[in-house]
């Protein structure tokens, strides 16, 4: 009886919540990225359109989802009422009370726009209801489920035999490419962790927080880290192949430097510019360690919409964050940036399964794997992918295993 009462009084707090605010402008701040900011203008607009009766002020402002929360968790009391993020950063987000629990008394805010949160659960795929939850609560709206990359390319420059290993495609730039590369960003533990995963290594997070890595050992499958690091390294000593820092593959793209290009969904639309009707795209090549042809690995994922637990107004933001993220605006977001929907409809439009884009993830995708890493691994895995792009390691087996090493240590070194 106490349970159903505190539902209920949860339930008429959230309305007369809404009642009191009526009279007032509602001002929200919504951050998103820089890919992005058209779409949600135009979804900002049609929300307001929806609560006529009620006048908001509502900001928009860029904030790449790679970077979302490194940016919230300097000052969450200062970040957006509404964000995006990557599904793999939800842990920590939770801990520093980023994240609206959706599953408790703000969930009742959904019932002006006559939703539910088991609505958002039964609408989107399970595997990004999963990615949006931590210990059985759902702390996050998704927003889409193609948050993973693989390999566009020039058709015109390469064939499909060109494409299948990095030593081809890297050939393929040499000989027929112009000048332009193949690019691909290192300095990231998120994009260099694809080679390892490919090989059998793993990383995972332990319950006090800490990361766990196997890198700097011998994998499942027979190959060691020196292996792979190797391989890494003679890629990016290649002529043709250009390491582009985190966070400027769309730039690099839009000026035509390149001919191939390691991304994903949400940059589509700007490769088809650059290559015209050579838009390709594909699984990521494979590699040799030793002796082994490895595919490359990718990590898969989604990305979500949550709402700051410092937000003032909470009630509002939880329903913008829904509406922005429903069917209609995950089809929107598809027709505007080609991002691939978690939305179960939105993924039933047969324009979404003739992509190319989202038909080469849907290839990278059984090679993915879910990222599950502490705030430890970030800063370190980044150096290490950038020493490799600078060719600061030597090659030799004894100088890797010596930077695998300080790379395992760094990681899953204890949080202080």
Request: hydrophobic share 45%; with cysteine.
């Amino acid at each position: 009886m106490k349970k159903w009462t505190s539902l209920l009084l949860a339930a008429l707090l959230v309305l007369a919540m809404f009642a009191t605010a009526s009279a007032d402008t509602i001002a929200l701040t919504v951050w998103g990225a820089e890919l992005d900011q058209n779409f949600i203008a135009e979804r900002v607009e049609a929300f307001k359109a929806l609560y006529p009766d009620q006048t908001f002020e509502i900001q928009i402002g860029v904030e790449s989802e790679s970077t979302a929360k490194d940016t919230v968790l300097t000052d969450p009391t200062a970040a957006a009422d509404v964000y995006n993020f990557a599904s793999d950063q939800l842990t920590q987000l939770v801990e520093a009370g980023a994240l609206i629990n959706l599953d408790s008394d703000y969930g009742q805010a959904l019932q002006l726009a006559n939703r539910s949160i088991d609505d958002v659960k039964a609408e989107n795929v399970p595997a990004s209801i999963d990615g949006a939850t931590k210990d059985g609560k759902l702390y996050a709206f998704p927003n889409s489920f193609d948050n993973g990359y693989f390999l566009f390319y020039d058709s015109t420059v390469f064939s499909e035999d060109d494409v299948k290993s990095w030593d081809s495609l890297l050939a393929a730039a040499n000989e027929k490419g112009a000048g332009r590369k193949v690019g691909m960003t290192l300095a990231s533990g998120w994009y260099n962790a694809g080679f390892f995963y490919g090989a059998g290594f793993t990383t995972g997070l332990n319950d006090d927080g800490i990361t766990t890595m196997d890198w700097n050992g011998t994998s499942p499958d027979g190959v060691t880290g020196v292996q792979v690091v190797q391989a890494m390294l003679k890629i990016a000593s290649d002529p043709a192949f250009m390491a582009i820092a985190d966070g400027d593959i769309s730039n690099q793209i839009a000026s035509g430097n390149l001919c191939a290009v390691v991304s994903g969904t949400w940059d589509a639309t700007a490769v088809q510019t650059a290559f015209g009707d050579g838009y390709a795209a594909t699984k990521l090549p494979t590699y040799m360690a030793g002796d082994k042809e490895i595919q490359t690995g990718s990590v898969g994922g989604g990305k979500l919409t949550g709402v700051n637990g410092f937000s003032k107004n909470a009630g509002w933001a939880v329903v913008l964050a829904d509406f922005l993220t429903n069917e209609e605006s995950q089809a929107r977001h598809f027709e505007t940036n080609e991002i691939g929907p978690s939305n179960i409809v939105a993924q039933g439009n047969p324009a979404v399964g003739e992509n190319l884009a989202i038909k080469a993830l849907g290839e990278q995708s059984a090679y993915a794997v879910i990222q599950t890493v502490g705030g430890k691994y970030w800063d370190a895995t980044g150096s290490f992918g950038e020493q490799i792009a600078q060719g600061t390691i030597a090659s030799d087996d004894a100088s890797v295993q010596a930077a695998l090493d300080a790379l395992v240590e760094g990681v899953t070194a204890a949080i202080e």
